[in-house]
């Protein structure tokens, strides 16, 4: 900020925070209407980050919803920045800048990596055909390594003997710092999953939706039966012995209780 004031470039700086910070509102309201917690706003240098706390009850589709909050609070100002423009009021050169920097910030945030709004997108899609934990699992894992290729591509000019390119660098370090934390901490979100499935089997009541099975023989370790529940789903587990044949047919809710007993 001191630096723009001596470039001259204080206005476009607080343009861009004002732009991230709408962006970031749209997330909260999206969150506060699905009936989720809001826990902070950080508006940094290159983008924001709305931090919510879900405990594990967002469905797919709301998480998508919220994530596509934001992106959409750009369109929306760019819409209007583009009919004012047109109209030929205030200053074209400014608008031209507001039109371009809501752009940018849009699409930034669309890429699927995470913490990006993109991201999210794609991993609560991908929850939906894959069970929950290996969703977790793998899409840390892929946003980790797109993080490195960020910050590979943002040095890879000085092997050149080119410039570096520091904004690019401090977007990949970001995202691979908040990466491998949430990755590290991934296993804790399955668990807030589990703790939170009470949600699945009310909506399941409440809806009548068909439960999915799940097979497996009694030998079977419970952590490896829990890693194959679905967010949206509610199970049955149908325990087999080595013949084949059906040993009892347990609802999801006692082999929670028995895993969290354990």
Same mark, same amino acid.
């Given at each position: 900020?001191?630096?723009?004031?001596?470039?001259?470039?204080?206005?476009?700086?607080?343009?861009?925070?004002?732009?991230?910070?709408?962006?970031?509102? *749209?997330? @909260?309201?999206? &969150?506060?209407?699905?009936? !989720?917690?809001?826990?902070?706003?950080?508006? %940094?240098?290159? #983008? +924001?980050?709305?931090?919510?706390?879900?405990?594990?009850?967002?469905?797919?589709?709301?998480?998508?919803?919220?994530?596509?909050?934001?992106?959409?609070?750009?369109?929306?100002?760019?819409?209007?920045?583009?009919?004012?423009?047109?109209?030929?009021?205030?200053?074209?050169?400014?608008?031209?800048?507001?039109?371009?920097?809501?752009?940018?910030?849009?699409?930034?945030?669309?890429?699927?990596?995470?913490?990006?709004?993109?991201?999210?997108?794609?991993?609560?899609?991908?929850?939906?055909?894959?069970?929950?934990?290996?969703?977790?699992?793998?899409? *840390?894992? @892929?946003?980790? &390594?797109?993080?490195?290729? !960020?910050?590979?591509?943002?040095?890879?000019? %000085?092997?050149? #003997? +080119?410039?570096?390119?520091?904004?690019?660098?401090?977007?990949?370090?970001?995202?691979?710092?908040?990466?491998?934390?949430?990755?590290?901490?991934?296993?804790?979100?399955?668990?807030?999953?589990?703790?939170?499935?009470?949600?699945?089997?009310?909506?399941?009541?409440?809806?009548?939706?068909?439960?999915?099975?799940?097979?497996?023989?009694?030998?079977?370790?419970?952590?490896?039966?829990?890693?194959?529940?679905?967010?949206?789903?509610?199970?049955?587990?149908?325990?087999?012995?080595?013949?084949?044949?059906?040993?009892?047919?347990?609802?999801?809710?006692?082999?929670?209780?028995?895993?969290?007993?354990?």
């Amino acid at each position: 900020m001191f630096f723009s004031v001596l470039t001259g470039q204080f206005l476009e700086l607080l343009t861009l925070f004002m732009i991230v910070l709408v962006h970031e509102m *749209g997330h @909260v309201c999206a &969150a506060l209407l699905a009936g !989720v917690m809001v826990k902070s706003v950080q508006l %940094l240098p290159f #983008g +924001g980050v709305a931090v919510i706390e879900d405990h594990g009850r967002l469905t797919a589709s709301r998480e998508i919803g919220i994530a596509l909050a934001g992106p959409l609070q750009n369109g929306f100002m760019i819409v209007i920045a583009y009919g004012i423009l047109q109209a030929g009021v205030g200053n074209g050169a400014f608008l031209n800048y507001f039109i371009q920097a809501n752009t940018i910030i849009a699409l930034f945030n669309l890429l699927p990596i995470l913490p990006l709004d993109g991201g999210k997108v794609l991993q609560a899609a991908i929850s939906l055909l894959l069970p929950y934990y290996f969703t977790l699992m793998w899409s *840390g894992r @892929v946003s980790v &390594a797109a993080s490195v290729l !960020v910050v590979a591509y943002a040095l890879l000019p %000085l092997g050149a #003997g +080119g410039g570096l390119r520091l904004n690019l660098l401090m977007i990949g370090a970001f995202l691979l710092y908040s990466n491998i934390t949430d990755h590290r901490n991934f296993p804790y979100r399955f668990v807030a999953f589990l703790m939170n499935r009470e949600a699945v089997y009310e909506r399941h009541l409440r809806t009548g939706s068909v439960a999915r099975p799940i097979v497996a023989l009694s030998a079977k370790p419970l952590d490896d039966i829990l890693r194959l529940f679905k967010r949206n789903q509610y199970h049955f587990i149908y325990v087999l012995n080595d013949s084949g044949d059906v040993l009892a047919v347990v609802p999801e809710q006692r082999l929670i209780s028995s895993y969290f007993r354990s």
